[in-house]
């Protein structure tokens, strides 16, 4: 029985990058070997067992074999006799299919040290066809790397192609699709992996609102970048700078203006409305891939609100609580930090808009603080009763903001 660190673990350590989870893969033995040896069993469709002390995954080596359409329809075989080679052989690409073994020596069967070296996203087998997911795991791999300057390699590409070619992507759940979409929208370059599906023709299939917006004209004098699926891929990658890691802002980042794909041929490039034409679209969309309630509906409002806070500069107060009251923000006060960051992504992710300066945001924070600091206290001490408290917190409200 030998066991070897395996994947990313390995992978990340040779990029420089600091490891966080160590996976493991052990050859030669039997799930009864590892019941022995104090494992706790956790796999559901093959043996991973969690390691008494550290906790950390330790699966048998496996072979698999499709058995039908979809990303479930495999069979395993996790016999004592399957190698390294072979479980590395029915890994994705070709970086994740390298091994390390007690000693720190490296095994690598199929060039994946060349590859990481070369900045080249390669799949390991003709197998790789087999699973659909690996569409959106090369898409979201491309989005992680592509500040390293990683690509995808061209038979790899061609693959991707033929899988959509085949149906393959059809037949992904939403959960999946939605589980990989969320993860690539930490990424540092999410818009890489809306360009990695849309280069392999998955993002018609499975995000088509999103993929009508490329090609779509936008003014100049507003959108030096003119498309508008360019613009969104500029917004994508504006909300990863200014907000790390967050997929809440990055999602309202992909479909605030997907009802710009929508708008009349004939009063292009303008774009009136779109804001409202868009919110079909975004519904459809969240509950296509049941992404969460609260995606769904930040989604929604920074669709339909980013240009009136684009323009909170020229609002008048009551406009300004208005946004502040559809936002159920003084209920919900985390929604306004939230909302005003895509809405600076989305005025700053234009071309030659990168550092320009978002004086709106800090206007409306400072409002939504003004206004939040009037409270049905001091009206019910004036002996105010119903709906008269309200009328006059809201009086309140908007002289608070109206004084800034």
Known sequence: MKTYLVGGAVRDRLLGIAVKDRDYVVVGATPEDMLRAGFKPVGKDFPVFLHPQTHEEYALARTERKTGRGYHAFAFDTDPNVTLEDDLRRRDLTINAIAEDADGALIDPFGGIRDLEAKILRHVSPAFAEDPVRVLRVARFAARYAERGFRIAPETLALLRGMVADGEVDHL????????????????????????????????????????????????????????????????????????????????????????????????????????????????????????????????????????????????????????????????????????????????????????????????????????????????????????????????????????
Request: charged fraction near 25%; proline fraction near 6%; glycine fraction near 6%.
């Open 173 to 404: 759940v939403p959960e999946r699709v939605w589980a990989e979409t969320q993860k690539a929208l930490t990424e540092k370059t999410p818009s890489a992996f809306v360009r990695a599906l849309r280069d392999c023709g998955a993002l018609r299939v499975l995000f088509p609102e999103i993929d009508a917006l490329y090609g779509v004209p936008q003014r100049a004098e507003f959108h030096p970048e003119i498309d508008a699926g360019i613009h969104t891929e500029m917004v994508l990658d504006m909300a990863a700078q200014l907000a790390p890691g967050n997929a809440l802002i990055g999602y309202c980042a992909l479909v605030h203006d997907l009802g710009k794909a929508l708008t009349p041929k004939a009063v292009l490039p303008k774009h009136i409305g779109h804001e409202h034409r868009g919110l079909e679209p975004v519904a459809a969309v969240s509950a296509r891939f049941k992404v969460p309630t609260e995606y769904a509906v930040l989604a929604t409002f920074v669709c339909k609100l980013h240009l009136l806070a684009h323009t909170a500069l020229e609002l008048r107060a009551e406009t300004v609580l208005d946004l502040f009251e559809q936002l159920d923000a003084f209920r919900r006060p985390e929604r306004v930090a939230s909302f005003l960051l895509a809405c600076e992504a989305d005025k700053r992710g234009r071309l030659g808009m990168r550092e320009s300066a978002y004086p709106q945001g800090d206007f409306l924070r400072h409002a939504f603080v003004a206004a939040s600091t009037i409270g049905a206290g001091k009206f019910v001490d004036q002996g105010l009763r119903g709906p008269a408290i309200g009328e006059a917190m809201r009086k309140a409200r908007i002289a608070a903001i109206a004084a800034l």
